[in-house]
């Protein structure tokens, strides 16, 4: 059994977080969000909440349409398209984004990872 929080690099992170409790997914380092297979919220993390300042409920809401379209672009849809072709999401891309807090040019560092449902774990990190 694993007593340290997992980091976002953790090998075994999806199955991690999926015996996590939302409490303690929350509370680790970087932003946690996850989709159920058509693209929609079912859990967005405190962190991840104060980290990006997104205010609007968005449980229940369409991740790439409505919180962040800005991931429609083809080098990163693509590859996430690609990666579930092959069977399994485990895709790293660092990208630049603004935020709805009014933060500009937000270094990201993104984990995409299947989740066991056929949904997905979106994890995000600040780069300092």
Request: charged share 30%; net charge negative; with cysteine.
């Given at each position: 059994?694993?007593?340290?929080?997992?980091?976002?690099?953790?090998?075994?992170?999806?199955?991690?977080?999926?015996?996590?409790?939302?409490?303690?997914?929350d509370?680790?380092?970087?932003?946690?969000?996850?989709?159920?297979?058509?693209?929609?919220?079912?859990?967005?993390?405190?962190?991840?909440?104060?980290?990006?300042?997104?205010?609007?409920?968005?449980?229940?809401?369409?991740?790439?349409?409505?919180?962040?379209?800005?991931?429609?672009r083809?080098?990163?849809?693509?590859?996430?398209?690609?990666?579930?072709?092959?069977?399994?999401?485990?895709?790293?891309?660092?990208?630049?984004?603004?935020?709805?807090?009014?933060?500009?040019?937000?270094?990201?560092?993104a984990r995409?990872?299947?989740?066991?449902?056929g949904?997905?774990?979106?994890?995000?990190?600040?780069?300092?």
């Amino acid at each position: 059994m694993h007593t340290e929080d997992p980091e976002i690099d953790t090998p075994d992170l999806a199955q991690r977080l999926a015996s996590m409790p939302p409490d303690a997914i929350d509370a680790l380092a970087f932003g946690a969000i996850r989709l159920d297979a058509a693209g929609t919220v079912t859990f967005y993390s405190a962190r991840e909440r104060a980290n990006s300042g997104f205010r609007k409920e968005v449980v229940g809401r369409n991740f790439f349409a409505d919180i962040a379209p800005c991931i429609q672009r083809p080098e990163v849809s693509g590859r996430i398209e690609r990666a579930r072709a092959a069977g399994t999401l485990d895709v790293v891309f660092d990208f630049v984004s603004d935020l709805p807090s009014g933060e500009r040019d937000v270094a990201l560092r993104a984990r995409l990872l299947s989740a066991g449902d056929g949904g997905t774990w979106i994890l995000l990190q600040r780069e300092d």
